[in-house]
């Protein structure tokens, strides 16, 4: 039974088998027939090892250069027989001469071209109103002299004529040549002197965050002159390098404040053993001399937070209270007295970078900004409004300049010096400031405006600190003056009226004394380079 039942299952599986033969064969003919008709689908490229399809990269066509034939014209309308000389002849011309044509307008040209004549259709050029001339000759001209003895001695008014003697009098320290005296190692940012009379200690803050501190009282040791031996084979250069190395050099003391740029620095008015320092870490810190300890005051509550600090000044009436300005637009003010950002105030005063502010000095509540969006503003600190983060002082006007505005700067008198981008230093002078209201005063245009306006070549490049100017705090003859750094390798002083009073220069002097500095009542004058070099007159 078993056996049969086998034999019906074999004999039903052949069949099966047989079915599905025939009708595979059916399939493979009926997709031969559309393939052949243009019916069948188009053949699925294969997936590469990374499961992508491969596409050919197209052959560039090469583009043949058609020389430019010129257009045909008929004979016939000109009057000439088909097939003629003339006819042959003239076409030849016209071909020659447009030939010559093409040829022209690819030839170099060589000689003189005045703009006038090469101007594009439709794009206006006067050269009297050619504006590329006031940029490219604000350049620097290193060592050219703006101001001299022939302006000293042109002065009429015997005052102005007496203190511009005094103030170009000012001598090129002589203890060693500025290019010796590198006191921090990178780019300097900022630079001062301690206010002591009685010795010129000279601070300054770099690009890296290092403090450098130079005593301009030591002299340089005499050395007596001692025979040198040379090999034959040196090169002037390596003798140069020798006797470069055995010169005595300065004694300079540097520490390492901050890991960034230090923006900025203070001595404490009621403590002169106290700096305070602003840096681009985000940090405020305060070194005291006689400890020998840096201790942080203020820094965002996130140490990763990057809210690098522009700039800050004291409170000269309550100086544990202390203002700083960020990159950010924003202004700060912290309480020494308390623990760390427990009483910080932040007003955002402008949405671009502020590149510097100041304080009155005697009415601290006012506070002037400079930023990046060509605006020096006035504040009102005893009036703030809004809410959270929206919160804010009272503006009480601002300037607007054709370009940024670099810093602005309070004297003791209430007058603002701001140097922008536009090539100009302005001075601002606000009467009755003692008498303004809370949140009641609002300046017009008018007064806001400046009232003295200096040109003045402010395009430090990349690679040059930014040019400020910056006061005097108590000069001695109550004359309000200050001093900004000269592409040209100078420093310049100006009055508050404008009237320059010295070119500070020197043989000595081969780099831009950018960050230029005078001693709080002393005349002398400080300038950093970018390399770190210190200048020095008194």
């Given amino acids: ?74 004979s016939r309308l000109a009057g000439l027989t088909a097939d003629s000389e003339v006819a042959k002849r003239k076409a030849d011309d016209v071909y020659e001469a447009v030939k010559e044509a093409e040829r022209a307008k690819r030839q170099r040209v060589s000689g003189n071209l005045d703009l006038s004549d090469i101007v594009v259709a439709g794009k206006e050029w006067d050269k009297s109103e050619n504006f590329l001339v006031d940029v490219f000759s604000r350049g620097a001209k290193p060592y050219e002299r703006t101001f001299g003895d022939s302006e000293i001695r042109e002065t009429s008014d015997k005052e102005l004529r007496a203190l511009r003697e005094k103030m170009s009098g000012l001598e090129l320290y002589d203890g060693w040549e500025p290019n010796r005296i590198k006191i921090v190692p990178e780019r300097i940012y900022s630079l001062g002197f301690h206010p002591e009379p009685s010795k010129p200690l000279v601070f300054a803050g770099d690009k890296l965050g290092n403090l450098g501190i130079f005593d301009a009282s030591q002299k340089a040791p005499s050395r007596s002159p001692s025979p040198v031996t040379v090999k034959p084979e040196a090169s002037e250069g390596d003798i140069d390098t020798y006797l470069d190395s055995t010169q005595p050099t300065p004694s300079i003391t540097s520490f390492h404040l901050h890991t960034r740029t230090i923006s900025s620095f203070q001595f404490s008015p009621v403590n002169a053993s106290h700096l305070y320092t602003s840096s681009y870490d985000s940090s405020l810190r305060l070194l005291d001399l006689t400890a020998s300890s840096s201790t942080e005051i203020y820094g965002p509550s996130d140490p990763t937070a990057d809210e690098p ?207 230029a500095q005078f001693h709080p009542t002393m005349d002398w004058v400080a300038a950093g380079t970018a390399s770190g070099k210190l200048c020095l007159w008194m």
């Fill in 1 to 74: 039974m078993a056996r049969k039942e086998s034999n019906q299952l074999n004999e039903y599986e052949k069949q099966r088998q047989a079915n599905i033969a025939e009708r595979d064969a059916l399939l493979k003919q009926l997709a031969l027939d559309a393939a052949t008709a243009g019916l069948g689908p188009k053949p699925i490229s294969k997936p590469t090892a990374n499961g992508t399809k491969l596409h050919k990269k197209k052959a560039p066509v090469k583009k043949i250069k058609e020389e430019v034939f010129p257009r045909r014209t008929s």
């Fill in 309 to 515: 600090l522009s700039g800050f000044e004291i409170d000269p009436v309550s100086p544990h209270v202390l203002y700083f300005s960020r990159l950010d637009g924003y202004v700060g003010r912290t309480d020494t007295r308390s623990p760390p950002n427990s009483s910080t105030d932040l007003y955002q005063l402008s949405e671009k970078k502020i590149g510097g502010f100041s304080i009155h000095p005697r009415y601290p509540h006012f506070l002037a900004t400079a930023s990046l969006d060509r605006y020096m503003r006035l504040w009102d600190l005893r009036k703030i409004s809004g809410k959270g983060d929206a919160r804010s002082p009272s503006m009480l006007g601002e300037h607007y300049s054709n370009l940024s505005v670099s810093h602005a700067a309070f004297n003791a008198v209430g007058q603002v010096a701001t140097a922008s981008y536009d090539d100009t230093i302005k001075i601002h002078s606000f009467e009755g400031m003692s008498g303004w209201s809370a949140g009641g005063t609002t300046l017009t245009e008018e007064q806001m405006a400046p009232s003295k306006v200096i040109r003045h070549n402010n395009q430090t490049g990349r690679w040059v600190t930014i040019l400020r100017a910056q006061w005097q705090q108590s000069p001695s003859d109550a004359v309000q003056r200050f001093c900004i750094g000269n592409m040209n390798r100078f420093v310049d002083i100006y009055t508050a009226n404008g009237e320059q009073l010295a070119q500070l220069g020197g043989e000595g002097v081969t780099a831009v004394p950018a960050v």
